[in-house]
């Protein structure tokens, strides 16, 4: 299973929870699958999923909006800013689910390895302090993905998905930058 | 008042309600007054370059967006100035304290003391430096104006100078 696979079964029965997916293949893929107004497609700035998902699930806080962020991010981007795990530690957010697909590779770039592959992203993420961490296996099999369950738990979540590395054909995305945005911001704030 | 509360009433004027930072010594009082107003969310950060992201995120939920920093951090942030507020047009102010210029003690500071400007100019993002105190209330409120009905960063620049002076 590679991370097409995972990214069809955490959306495949979501209702109104906001999406933010990291640059490359894993927002094309996204596009291509399940477009939705409730998605933000990144592109350009590796590392900025997580961010951009912390900073709207503080937001939604704010305004007492109980929608949760869901960011699909990958082995590479979080690891090019790490310190990013350690804010969204900090700042406790209840409503923000981290689904980290680990490939070990920068799948957009021709899968070269990453350091994913010698260190075990879960228990980093135990060792900062994180209660809800989830490791499933996917590489066989996607099955145990219950994203029922996950959704259930309080945040911060940390729902890391081992996958084999692979791309899809998936396509370019057909909206503009600000086409993305304003149609993610009318729904987040109708 | 001093120089910092003028910044921090025009913060509030602006209706800044979500504040990212990393620390600099010439923000020290800022930072306590953001931290003590119910207010505004303060999100201390480990980089720069995440506070952008978490900013574009925030603005996104419906809030107001600002930056604290030295402009050292200018250099950790520069492709997300590019590629995340500028290609999807975020608005956000950027409050700096711009360390490097005349007056410095520290020589670390200068090579992006000199940097910062230049850097700025390439990216086509619009700054302006605050010299007096007196100004910098009604500043901020421009420029965060400017910056939301553009759709593009602005950053305000303050120089050494500047934090020793008073209303």
New interface residues.
Partial sequence: MQRYDAIKKIVENLSDELVISNIGFPSRELYGMCDRKENFYMSGSMGMATPIGLGLALALEEKDDSRKVIVIDGDGSLLMNFGELITVYAQNPSNLIIALIDNEAYGSTGSQETYASKVNLSNIARSIGYTEVTYIDARKSTDDIDMNVILNKKGPVFLHIKVEPGNTDAPIIDLSPSQIKNRFMKEVNK | MDSTDVIYDGLKDAGI??IVSVPCANLKKLLKLIDEDDEI?H?????E???????????????K?AILMQNSGLGNSV??L???MK????PIIMIISHRGTFGEAVYGQVPMGKATTKIFDSLDIRYEKVINPCESKEIIKKAWDLSEIS?ESYALLFDISYWKRSV
């Fill in positions: 309600n979500f969310k999100v201390p950060v480990t980089r370059e995440e506070g952008f992201g978490i900013c574009a995120g925030a603005y996104m939920g419906g809030l967006p492709n997300v590019a590629s995340l290609l999807y047009n975020f759709g």
